[in-house]
């Protein structure tokens, strides 16, 4: 963390003021997976409470031994144990007879669909897992996947967890060169990418980035391409197949390898305060546990539910809530390729009257744009079939939470605000539905066997009513297991602010009755549509550029998106401000890291606030960006620069 880092400002005292409660219908109740006896239970032997669902939900080829080998930072879950998980997730429901039950009803942007049952599942990811074997692809190998929104890609996931091969999801929004990075830290020896996709009615190009990128990843040996467009695109003679060529031909019979509980599932890479990102490491049957129960007893899911969690595969929320979990649970998804407002600001709604949707995810991000324009878009459909709603990815507001309630939920639907992350590969905060009274803007408390605390700097316990940092002080079985390849980034990371507990790098409150209270990053992260990105990332990318010295960039609070990326950039001597070179310089960013990352803010400024040691001010520099009377000056080095950089702040792009 860097050393003027602080708390976010305390908007939490208003919510505090948010009084009104939501208790558990009794209706709702009456049914409800969940139970309050289970936080007693877990409570009185956490290990036993694993221990008892791994054996109950888990399908062992080789029943573990041990539930917990705990070497602080490092956890082992369920030693000695044997499984698959696309076996669980896939194979064992078609055996019990649900082979015709709907997995996925997916649905293309453009309006095309396609319906997945589990046996279709079966034959699919059993060919695509023959194909991997085909190209040379054994149990520890790594596979790299940079694809839309459509079924091959949980269908690629699925092959790789068939034959033990650990995949890396790129997001397709990414650019060929954070493909490139993040292929070459793992190592990756086959690319499955597609043509590519849709999104607000464009096509969305991809292969050509999986080129650009694969023209500097030595260890690729070749790639799947799925055809999803149908233009002709370039293909490289024996690295390039097509999906329907290599998959289609393959024998639908592909035995699932059995691996050990803790072998490598997959890579997620995310954001840190560095410039690299990190590839956070998942393994096989503790996140399999992790995802599974919570997915049942977070979403309250039924067999006949048809759940819809509208995240991205490419983003943990898409891992853990769109394939292992729901898949674990033989539970039927919604999949949607697009976006929100394609072809009209009603599209999800329409799909929720179309397919009986009973539960949907979101993100605060999305519901917050849905509010922009107005209930008349919902009103407008029937959606009496929703009877959960969840949201994810960053704090909630108040007034969401509520518009969200009324609107989506029919006053009646329990809102599930879950926060966790892309380390935990679980929810860990949450309420359980049935059970929680909620309050709007309020993750409430941990889940069952989770024990979650929120410390002072010194790492103590604050009393109800304070605020801090919140802390983990006990191992889960989803959560990362280290940073690939870094086990001394993966200490330093989380676990040496506060010996013995695993620092998530969030602020928290607790109220006088004990809920906790999220408060956002309180590092150098910024939290843009509910995903990570680093300040220094996106610094990185535009000092990349050869027009510019020196950035500094800071998240702007924005109606929308949480955050908005605001960047202060200061030119090389011989280089002249202007808008187009604001317009080139934004679009370099979006082109290094991908267009979520483009800065929607971006100042020329002469100098940057810094302390006497050299280090930027960004606490000034998120005041300035707010439009806010600074704080403390003290440590600054030249006073003067902040009034430059103020005189300057009219001029900022939009
Ligand atoms: O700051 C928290 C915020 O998102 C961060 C994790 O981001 P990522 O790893 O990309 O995973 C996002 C989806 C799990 C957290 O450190 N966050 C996530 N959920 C919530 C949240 N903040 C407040 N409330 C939440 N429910």
């Not at 293309?108 to 319906?115: A, C, F, K, L, Q």
């Not at 054994?138 to 068939?162: F, H, K, S």
């Not at 998240?555 to 202007?578: C, H, M, N, T, Y």
């Not at 960013?589 to 302390?611: E, Q, S």
Request: charged content about 25%.
């Amino acid at each position: 963390m860097s050393d003027d880092s602080v708390l976010p400002p305390p908007e939490i005292e208003n919510l505090l003021a948010e009084s009104r409660l939501f208790p558990p219908d009794p209706a709702f109740v009456a049914q409800a997976n969940a139970s309050a006896e289970m936080y007693a239970e877990a409570e009185a032997d956490f290990e036993a409470f694993w221990a008892k669902h791994a054996r109950e939900r888990i399908d062992w080829s080789k029943p573990f031994e041990t539930t917990l080998e705990w070497d602080l930072p490092f956890a082992k879950w369920f030693t000695g144990g044997e499984l698959n998980v696309a076996y669980n997730c896939v194979d064992r429901h078609v055996e019990r007879g649900l082979g015709d039950k709907v997995a996925y009803h997916w649905i293309g942007e453009p309006g095309d669909t396609r319906t997945l049952t589990f046996a279709d599942l079966q034959r699919e990811v059993s060919k695509a897992a023959n194909a991997l074997k085909e190209l040379g692809v054994q149990t520890g190998d790594r596979v790299a996947i940079y694809m839309p929104m459509i079924p091959e890609l949980p269908i690629a996931m699925l092959a790789c967890a068939r034959i033990g091969a650990p995949h890396t999801v790129v997001f397709g929004g990414f650019s060929a060169e954070s493909l490139s990075g993040r292929i070459n830290d793992c190592g990756a020896k086959v690319l499955i990418t597609a043509d590519g996709g849709y999104r607000r009615g464009k096509e969305i190009g991809l292969k050509h980035h999986a080129d650009e990128a694969l023209a500097d990843t030595p260890t690729i040996e070749a790639s799947i391409v799925v055809r999803r467009l149908g233009h002709d695109v370039h293909m490289v003679p024996d690295r390039d197949h097509w999906w329907h060529d290599i998959v289609d031909r393959q024998s639908d019979d592909c035995p699932p390898v059995a691996v050990e509980s803790e072998h490598m599932l997959y890579l997620l890479y995310t954001s840190g305060t560095t410039a690299k990102p990190k590839g956070i490491l998942h393994t096989t049957a503790g996140y399999l546990l992790g995802a599974s129960l919570t997915h049942e007893v977070v979403f309250d899911i039924k067999p006949d539910d048809v759940y819809w969690c509208a995240a991205d595969i490419g983003w943990v929320t898409g891992h853990s809530y769109i394939v292992y979990g729901p898949l674990a649970n033989a539970t039927t998804s919604i999949m949607y390729e697009g976006a929100p407002d394609t072809p009209a600001w009603d599209r999800w709604w329409q799909i929720v009257e179309d397919y009986k949707v009973s539960i949907l995810y979101c993100a605060p991000t999305a519901i917050r744009a849905f509010m922009k324009q107005g209930e008349a878009w919902p009103a407008a459909h029937d959606l009496t079939t929703l009877r959960v709603l969840g949201s994810v990815g960053e704090p909630i507001n108040p007034e969401a939470w509520l518009w969200y309630h009324e609107n989506i939920g029919g006053s009646r639907a329990p809102i599930v605000d879950t926060w966790w992350q892309t380390e935990t590969g679980q929810i860990l905060i949450t309420p359980l539905p049935g059970v929680t009274t909620t309050k709007p803007g309020s993750a409430t408390h941990p889940f069952p066997g989770i024990a979650a605390d929120v410390v002072d700097a010194d790492g103590n316990s604050v009393p109800l009513g304070g605020g801090g940092y919140l802390v983990l002080k006990r191992p889960w079985p989803a959560m990362l297991r280290g940073i690939y390849g870094d086990p001394e980034r993966y200490h330093e990371t989380y676990w040496k602010r506060f010996p013995g507990m695993y620092f998530a790098g969030d602020g928290a409150k607790r109220d006088l009755d004990g809920y906790l209270w999220l408060l956002g990053r309180v590092d150098d992260v910024m939290n843009v549509a509910g995903h990570r990105i680093s300040t220094t990332e996106v610094e990185s990318a535009l000092v990349d550029h050869k027009s510019v010295a020196e950035a500094a960039v800071v998240g702007k609070k924005d109606e929308v998106s949480g955050q908005a990326i605001f960047a202060f950039v200061i030119l090389k001597a011989d280089r002249e401000p202007s808008d187009a070179l604001a317009v080139q310089l934004r679009e370099h960013v979006a082109y290094v890291i991908g267009p979520i990352a483009r800065p929607k803010f971006l100042m020329f400024v002469p100098d940057l606030p810094k302390t006497r040691s050299g280090k930027i001010m960004r606490r000034l520099l998120r005041d300035i960006a707010e439009g806010r009377v600074l704080g403390d000056t003290t440590t600054l080095a030249d006073v003067g620069v902040v009034d430059t950089i103020r005189e300057h702040s009219g001029s900022a792009e939009e």
